[in-house]
């Protein structure tokens, strides 16, 4: 949960859209995420970028339901 709140901050602060390795930063929020779902402290994330306005990344990763394994979108 630490690793989710930092990122979510470090998000927050000002920089070019530009200078952001958009593949590197899908890499460590997915992987983020899926230790959160692997240590069952979320059954499922759903992640949201926003820059300059748009939605620059969308992801949910696990489940919404797990009994039904109903993926997180």
Known sequence: MRIALLLAAL???????AAI???ALERELGQS?????KGRKAGGVGVAVIADGE?????????ADRATKTPFT
């Open 11 to 17: 998000l927050c602060l000002p920089r070019p859209v």
């Open 21 to 23: 390795d958009w593949p």
């Open 55 to 63: 939605i620059r990344l969308l992801r949910g990763y696990g489940f």
């Open 33 to 37: 995420a899926a230790e959160m779902v």
